[in-house]
């Protein structure tokens, strides 16, 4: 769960996204990104990222979302993807060659709190479910493209989700930490191949991953178009697990 510290910040990145200057949602980025690279598993940085970096995109990306009748239904439905709407219990007794079974897995070996991706407070409610439902989706992308937590498996992500989403957030953290890291050079390569299977990839936000829970996970991965990966995932001995 969000601290309440992690939240008040969010409020404040909030203002600052409808009232504030873009010298100020500039402030707030440029700490972010700071304290990103000193403790890359600062998962709050990057939701201060996302909301300040987003602002003046964000509403294209909405646009696109509404106008899709599969995200026309969940802003209707508005459902979630945490322990008080999904039964993880039931996904853990799926075959771990589902997507429910392996999201489960993924979760209870990496120990990560599906409650942890939550709405950001103070912002209207539509815009709050559409960046709450990108935000729970994080750790599903992880699954279907089978990169890690690790800081190689989150850069390549990032690039990912930028070819998807074309957000300026996930380009500053996929492109800086490349270059914060450019002592592994398969990093970079990882990146590039990342974004690659993003652009390729069916548009992934609209999907009602709900419905799929009990899919295989291959065929799932080969009906949204998402390749094999082409750069052999690598992890640094010293990196630690990281949530960007």
């Known amino acids: 769960m969000q601290t309440v510290h992690a939240e008040d910040e969010q409020r404040a990145a909030a203002r600052a996204v409808m009232l504030g200057t873009p010298l100020e949602r500039a402030r707030i980025a440029a700490r972010a990104t700071r304290e990103l690279l000193a403790d890359p598993n600062d998962t709050t940085r990057v939701f201060l990222l996302g909301m300040t970096l987003n602002a003046r995109h964000f509403p294209r990306f909405f646009i696109r979302f509404a106008a899709d009748e599969r995200g026309a239904a969940l802003l209707r439905e508005q459902p979630s993807i945490d322990t008080a709407h999904v039964d993880f219990g039931a996904l853990r007794r799926l075959p771990e060659t589902t997507l429910g079974g392996a999201y489960a897995r993924y979760l209870d070996g990496n120990g990560l709190d ?85 652009r390729d990839a069916q548009w992934l936000p609209v999907q009602p991953w709900e419905t799929f829970w009990e899919r295989d996970l291959e065929s799932l991965r080969q009906q949204l178009r998402i390749a094999p990966a082409e750069v052999t995932p690598v992890f640094l001995a010293a990196q630690k697990s990281a949530r960007a």
């Open 114 to 198: 599906p409650d942890l991706f939550q709405a950001p407070p103070g912002l209207p409610s539509m815009i709050a479910f559409v960046a709450k439902r990108i935000r729970q989706q994080h750790d599903l992308w992880h699954v279907l493209t089978g990169y890690r937590t690790d800081v190689a498996g989150e850069i390549a992500l990032q690039a990912f989700t930028f070819a998807q989403m074309r957000l300026p957030a996930s380009l500053l953290i996929s492109v800086v930490g490349t270059i914060r890291w450019l002592q592994e050079p398969r990093i970079a390569r990882m990146a590039l191949d990342g974004y690659r299977r993003g």
